[in-house]
């Protein structure tokens, strides 16, 4: 009776398909009491791939172990390849066959490639090689769009399921209404337009709650990456410290009042008596480190509002979303000078304009980054008309 295929059978032959394409590999390293399964290195590079067969992990704990396996050995660049369950059944003679055909699902995270793909082991390799010589001649980092707004609709959908439990207690209940907003405004709006009831209005304001504080978190960490403001803390995500809601409050003080309008809405009173929502709270914050959003040049926030605020609500408010590609394609035909002037007086979340300014940076004549922006910025309005309803 032959034995089956375990994670550990599969090491050489991935191994030696990443070979194949220039790649060094070694196989479970000791790193502090944990092994990575596998590191891949070429041209300066490092990468942790972990191997899973019929692995049920979730992708923000996927994100999340090998990011942190690979920040131990000094690099963020990770890759985890998660294999079907039939896999353990082939016989050792097949594999030795046919092992570069093996369908892989890859979640990869590195500086070159950012992206879920699901395609064969040969493949893989190629598509991580050729992504990788690309990013050696400009070494500007790809960030998958899709990735980051998929972790933020999972995390907002479950804290939004916690705080729908919590909202059974009328204190925090209250805390939160008074955060996001008036309720009975709110609780008419959803009347008048769809029926909903008081109960059914409480979820709501759940999601829109969850939907505010991954959004700050979100626009916090982009802004200090950018503006040099203090980071959001490294924690362990499995074991965040008892303080870590008091950290973040007072890490986010800075950009609450360089930013009002956006961060103003302090929720935090509202999470601390849920661990859960503390410890999915600290997944997000380790999970948008490892996804590096802050390279992504498309409108993510007006997607995430479209994906996760319940359809009812964003029909009341007169709310409707436009895809990047579609504001992509209006932009190249409406904008044909780099300093044409361009106003939209219902922007919403500002897809438009996000994309009308990366193609007035495309025509513009070589200057410097500063006062490309500058020029840029002055030639571009937006309205949001909700703020007049």
């Not at 001649?137 to 990735?147: E, P």
């Not at 509202?270 to 859960?276: E, M, S, V």
Request: charged share 30%; glycine share 4%; hydrophobic share 45%.
């Amino acid at each position: 009776m032959s034995s089956r295929i375990t994670e550990r059978t599969l090491y050489p032959f991935i191994g030696r398909v990443f070979e194949r394409f220039g790649w060094r590999y070694f196989s479970e390293t000791s790193l502090d009491e944990r092994f990575p399964d596998l590191i891949f290195e070429g041209d300066g590079a490092k990468v942790v791939s972990e191997v899973k067969i019929d692995s049920e992990t979730q992708l923000i704990r996927a994100i999340i172990d090998a990011f942190q396996k690979a920040r131990r050995l000094g690099t963020h660049n990770a890759v985890v390849l998660l294999f079907p369950n039939y896999v353990r059944d082939i016989p050792l003679s097949e594999l030795e066959r046919n092992y570069p055909r093996l369908k892989v699902f890859a979640l990869v995270l590195t500086d070159w490639l950012s992206e879920r793909k699901e395609l064969a082991l040969k493949d893989l390799a190629e598509a991580f090689t050729t992504s990788f010589k690309d990013w050696l001649k400009t070494k500007k980092a790809r960030v998958s769009y899709d990735l980051v707004v998929d972790v933020a609709r999972d995390s907002i959908r479950e804290i939004a399921g916690y705080l729908r439990q919590n909202f059974s207690q009328k204190p925090v209940l209250d805390s939160a209404m008074a955060v996001v907003g008036r309720f009975d405004i709110y609780k008419s709006l959803l009347e008048d337009f769809s029926g909903v009831k008081e109960d059914e209005a409480k979820l709501y304001i759940a999601d829109i709650t969850a939907y505010i504080l991954i959004n700050q978190l979100l626009f916090y960490h982009i802004i200090s990456e950018k503006l040099g403001y203090n980071k959001l803390p490294d924690i362990n995500p499995l074991n965040p410290p008892k303080d870590f809601i008091d950290v973040l409050e007072r890490i986010l003080k800075k950009g609450r009042e360089a930013y009002p309008h956006i961060l103003g809405f302090n929720l935090f009173p509202i999470l601390r008596g849920d661990l859960r929502i503390v410890f999915s709270i600290a997944r997000v914050v380790s999970t948008l480190k490892a996804l590096r959003p802050q390279h992504i040049r498309e409108d993510l926030f007006g997607r995430l509002y479209h994906e996760t605020i319940p359809p009812e609500t964003r029909k009341n408010l007169g709310a409707f979303y436009t895809k990047p590609e579609a504001a992509k394609l209006l932009a190249s035909l409406a904008i044909d000078h780099w300093d044409a002037k361009v106003l939209d007086p219902a922007c919403g979340s500002g897809t438009l304009l996000v994309e009308a300014y990366q193609r007035k940076a495309a025509l513009a004549p070589p200057m410097s980054k500063e006062e490309l922006h500058k020029r840029l910025i002055n030639d571009i309005w937006g309205i949001d008309v909700m703020h007049f309803a």
